[in-house]
T-cell receptor, first 114, second 111 residues
């Protein structure tokens, strides 16, 4: 088990372009979360999946953001028409189902929108 | 609503103790503690559940006051490796397992 992995680790894009990030969770984990983190702040919840079902999405999440987990394994997060305010670290985490769970985070994808 | 962490920053000498606090205005189901070093992912330290169950690293201790919706993380005999930013993440009762994180406590341990 190599933990949660994310690709790419860094992404620089121009404003208005679309970007897609990938997250591979720990293999036996059913739950997968996306967070966004800006400098000096804690991670901010974006959305989460249980298996392939997207069960919750932050009210703060713009409709330019979409996430999928088609086979209940890896997940993708797409940002359309990027804006400079989207620049942040995008973190993925996974956990097992049930009480007493803990979320394990991946290394993140740092997005810079120029 | 975001939980409030205190202090915002603390500087220790190796071997000293520290307490980091996390307070919420909402009823909580659980509190999670993570440590993040610069440029790295948050690392799980401890989870404390309503009802008293807790799980985490052996060298880390924490408490959860359900009546006050407050949690404290106790770092004893600090080591240089303890340096980093500590975040508490709170899960509200009835929510769908999403965590709301505080803005962090920056801990620096000096030799």
């Amino acid at each position: 088990d190599t933990g949660v992995s994310q690709n790419p680790r860094h992404k620089i894009t121009k404003r208005g372009q679309n970007v897609t990030f990938r997250c591979d969770p720990i293999s036996e984990h059913n739950r997968l979360y996306w967070y966004r983190q800006t400098l000096g702040q804690g991670p901010e919840f974006l959305t989460y999946f249980q298996n392939e079902a997207q069960l919750e999405k932050s009210r703060l999440l713009s409709d330019r953001f979409s996430a999928e987990r088609p086979k209940g394994s890896f997940s993708t997060l797409e940002i359309q028409r990027t804006e400079q305010g989207d620049s942040a670290m995008y973190l993925c985490a996974s956990s097992a189902v049930g009480s007493g769970y803990e979320q394990y985070f991946g290394p993140g994808t740092r997005l810079t929108v120029t | 609503q975001q939980p409030v962490q205190s202090p915002q920053a603390v500087i220790l000498r190796e071997g000293e103790d520290a307490v980091i606090n996390c307070s919420s205005s909402k009823a909580l189901y659980s509190v999670h503690w993570y440590r993040q070093k610069h440029g790295e992912a948050p690392v799980f330290l401890m989870i404390l559940l309503k009802g008293g169950e807790q799980k985490g690293h052996e060298k880390i201790s924490a408490s959860f006051n359900e009546k006050k919706q407050q949690s404290s993380l106790y770092l004893t005999a600090s080591q240089l490796s303890y340096s980093g930013t500590y975040f508490c993440g709170t899960e509200r009762s009835g929510s769908a397992r999403q965590l709301t994180f505080g803005s962090g406590t920056q801990l620096t341990v000096l030799p």
